[in-house]
């Protein structure tokens, strides 16, 4: 089988995982007694992160395999939380995002995880979309790299409503400058396009600035829909809804996870980038978003010392 499309993950990612997973498990998978198990250790791990990359039904996956859907629901709800907790050191922080952001653009945008629409969550009606869901604020730079995802805000919150206080809006306060859409409207410090005046139409020239905002605000764009190819963050979630902030965690967390495996270059220039000089003639070493897979690894295989340590200027 080709397992690469099935979990979003290939043969390298998928033994890194089993390994970080296996570490948190009180037991391990084959006891080597009693029933064995229909998955094997593997395959429960592909099942659950193709579960959360393709979000397609369990009854599906059972029959890919060959068991009942039931052993899937278990297996997806025993390695989710393992997952989520596996793969947190990628999900960057908002102190680590803050530092990263520090005096350079970023680009702000806020979106809408999906999910049914259950009685008595009414909370998660988002009007602008047209659906229930939760929201979150995604912050990038300005390749379009991100930097930071927010935790899970009602749906039915506006994008200011889910940055006033929040860990997104210290953050941006920190940047050396901000682009968002207009949602973001009446803030001090993020730049938007012009809203139309209800007495006339917008000048040209207003149209060509709101064009060049687009222009600039189009790799956030681009980002968010790179993270949604976890197709579990764009269409609805089914599981109980009690269950989808650890889904969200883990999923974020296998997107940082796969794209600091696959970007190791991104380390180097974020190592430049948080380079600091140090009174005492030291640079301090600090990465821009910690949490990227094996950075200590990487760093090595390029001549640099970890971020822990401090290496004497040339």
């Known amino acids: 089988m080709r397992f690469h499309r099935m979990s979003g993950l290939d043969a390298e990612q998928l033994d890194e995982l089993e390994e970080m997973v296996s570490e948190l498990m009180d037991e391990p998978w084959d006891k080597r007694t009693g029933r064995m198990k229909e998955l094997a250790f593997r395959e429960a791990l592909i099942v659950t992160s193709g579960y959360m990359r393709n979000n397609i039904t369990e009854d599906v996956w059972a029959d890919i ?47 809408l995880w999906p999910c049914w629409s259950w009685a008595g969550e009414r909370e998660l009606w988002a009007g602008k979309y047209k659906t229930t869901g939760h929201g979150a604020l995604i912050i990038t730079n300005l390749a379009g790299r991100i930097t930071f995802v927010s935790e899970l805000i009602p749906g039915n919150q506006h994008d200011m409503a889910k940055l006033k206080g929040s860990e997104c809006e210290m953050i941006l306060k920190l940047a050396g400058g901000v682009i968002g859409d207009k949602g973001f409207i009446g803030t001090d410090y993020i730049t938007t396009p012009v809203r139309k005046p209800e007495n006339r139409e917008l000048y040209i020239r207003e149209h060509d600035y709101n064009n060049q905002i687009s222009s600039l605000r189009s790799p956030v764009e681009r980002a968010v829909a790179s993270l949604k190819k976890w197709r579990i963050l764009f269409t609805d979630y089914r599981r109980p809804l009690k269950t989808f902030l650890s889904s969200f965690r883990a999923a974020i967390g296998l997107y940082f996870f796969k794209e600091s495996l696959h970007n190791p270059p991104v380390v180097k220039s974020l190592f430049a980038f948080s380079s600091k000089l140090a009174p005492d003639g030291y640079v301090s070493v600090r990465l821009g978003v910690v949490g990227c897979c094996r950075a200590r690894e990487w760093l090595t295989r390029l001549r640099l010392r970890p971020p822990s340590c401090v290496v004497r200027q040339a």
């Open 65 to 111: 395999f060959g068991v009942d859907q039931s052993t899937i629901s278990r297996c997806i709800t025993f390695l989710t939380p393992l997952v989520e907790k596996a793969t947190e050191e990628f999900r960057p922080s908002a102190e680590d995002a803050a530092e990263a952001t520090r005096r350079a653009v970023a680009l702000v945008d806020g979106t």
